[in-house]
Nanobody, 117 residues
Framework: QVQLVETGGGLVQAGGSLRLSCAAS????????MGWFRQAPGKEREFVAA????????YYADSVKGRFTISRDIAKNTVYLQMNSLKPEDTAVYYC??????????WGQGTQVTVSS
């Protein structure tokens, strides 16, 4: 069982930066691949970024590639999403999730990111 808590959301102007954190509880955190997703009002939840359990591979949605960076600190049981050059279309609730290898089985409660133009 893994519990996830996201922090770091807020209001930022276009072009600004935010860093989201996702703190995980559970002794097996290091064995899970982790992902970030987001959901804007009236839209489906979409994939943003993912990192393998060993942190040797990362994946990004085309819309954030080159602007967002996902990383993890196993010792701190935390995964991060550094978001730079933010755009108004990045406004959404951001969720982190843990994958058991088959599906993203565990989800956080989400953190709001609002980018003003």
């Amino acid at each position: 069982q893994v519990q996830l808590v996201e922090t770091g959301g807020g209001l930022v102007q276009a072009g600004g930066s935010l860093r989201l954190s996702c703190a995980a509880s559970g002794r097996t955190f290091s064995s899970y691949s982790m992902g970030w997703f987001r959901q804007a009002p009236g839209k489906e939840r979409e994939f943003v970024a993912a990192i393998t359990w060993s942190a040797d591979r990362t994946y990004y949605a085309d819309s954030v590639k080159g602007r967002f960076t996902i990383s993890r600190d196993i010792a701190k049981n935390t995964v991060y999403l550094q978001m730079n050059s933010l755009k108004p279309e990045d406004t959404a609730v951001y969720y982190c999730a843990a994958s058991n290898g088959t599906q993203y089985a565990y989800w956080g409660q989400g953190t709001q990111v609002t980018v003003s133009s």
